[in-house]
């Protein structure tokens, strides 16, 4: 059985960082890419960062580019994200993603992902 566990989600004021964090586990497919979802209350979920299987390869959202870092950790099965420069609009429920390969996963399509976590809140006050 797949699981993910996020943590690292709280609340910060505008400008502050946090850093979120995805143990994946009962998945061994070592070819899925891991992306980081949000949702904000009354919007549609949307794709913040991806990461390939080895983690060579990293696509952000225009709206995060420059201020978040996704990376991962295969032997322990994480795969985090660093979150910098927080803006009152980062202020959602996050979520990551897994099952799929690089090609599908950088599209930011949330059907294309059949695993997912619970979710962890970030609070960003201005």
């Known amino acids: 059985q797949v699981q993910q566990v996020e943590s690292g989600g709280g609340s910060v004021q505008a400008g502050g960082s946090l850093r979120l964090s995805c143990i994946v586990s009962?998945?061994?497919?070592?070819?899925?890419?891991v992306a980081w979802f949000r949702q904000a209350a009354g919007k549609e979920r949307e794709g913040v960062a991806v990461?390939?299987?080895?983690?060579?390869?990293?696509y952000y959202s225009d709206s995060v580019k420059g201020r978040f870092i996704i990376s991962r950790d295969n032997p322990k099965n994480t795969v985090n994200l660093q979150m910098d420069s927080l803006e009152p609009e980062d202020t959602a429920t996050y979520y990551c993603?897994?099952?799929?390969?690089?090609?599908?996963?950088?599209?930011?399509?949330?059907?294309?992902?059949?695993?997912w976590g619970q979710g962890t809140q970030v609070t960003v006050s201005s």
């Open positions: 993603a897994t099952g799929v390969a690089w090609s599908l996963a950088a599209n930011f399509k949330p059907e294309n992902f059949p695993y």
């Open positions: 009962g998945y061994t497919d070592s070819s899925s890419s």
């Open positions: 990461i390939s299987a080895a983690g060579s390869l990293t």
